[in-house]
């Protein structure tokens, strides 16, 4: 489906041709994957899910609603590795879609715009981590995250960009992703993966 679109790419071609091709599917219980999202920043994946997997037993189900997590107490949530911040952060992710109650069903209609307009809202949660909700649990296929460390290291190296300053590599990034539109959800998965593979020097 995205493969035509990305294959004009030459970058893309040959990422697509080592890597193979990806899939993405939409997750249940959108306000905890919000959650997990804030747990994993600025973490390493092996730290994230280890801390994630702490969390995902404080309860009965493996997929606790926004009202159990708010029962938790603030000590609990610190004693399991989170940060007094993150602790925070989530509970202000519950309060908010218990508050507006949002839903799976009513988030999968909005468009990705209102989305972003609705959960940057929440304290605790910016841009990046909402673009990362729209790609990963949401599975909308074209979001593209400018701001992203990685996706930055990746173009620049792969792509061969020169700039002065971060607003001109951000215009030269959104420039290259264009050509992969509507599929850049996709592309931003073999840039990732080609830094995971350690095919680009960290």
């Known amino acids: 489906m995205y493969r035509k679109q990305l ?12 890597q193979g091709v990806y899939t993405i599917e939409q997750k249940k219980n959108v306000c905890l994957q919000l959650c997990a999202s804030i747990m994993s920043q600025q973490l390493s994946t092996k ?9 995902l037993n404080l309860f009965k189900s493996k997929s606790p609603k926004p009202a159990a997590i708010l029962q938790v107490p603030h000590e609990t949530l610190r004693s399991i590795g989170l940060s007094n911040a993150k602790a925070v952060y989530v509970k202000n992710v519950c309060n908010f879609f218990i508050e507006h109650r949002l839903t799976d069903a009513r988030l999968y209609k909005m468009s990705n715009e209102e989305i972003l ?8 949660v910016g841009q990046w981590t909402v673009e990362m ?8 296929p074209d979001v593209f995250a400018t701001g992203d460390l990685g996706l930055q290291k ?13 607003k001109e590599l951000f215009e030269k990034m959104n420039v290259i992703a264009g050509n992969w539109s509507p ?20």
């Not at 730290?47 to 969390?55: H, K, L, M, P």
């Not at 620049?156 to 971060?166: A, H, R």
């Open 154 to 166: 990746a173009i620049i190296k792969l792509y061969n960009v020169e700039y002065s300053n971060s």
């Open 47 to 55: 730290v994230a899910t280890v801390i994630y997997n702490r969390f």
């Open 183 to 202: 599929y850049r959800t996709y592309a931003c998965r073999y840039l990732w993966r080609a830094l995971d593979a350690t095919l680009i020097p960290m």
């Open 133 to 140: 909700l729209l790609m990963f649990t949401l599975a909308r």
């Open 7 to 18: 294959n004009k790419d030459k970058v893309m071609k040959a990422l697509i041709k080592s």
């Open 117 to 124: 307009s609705l959960l940057t809202q929440i304290k605790g």
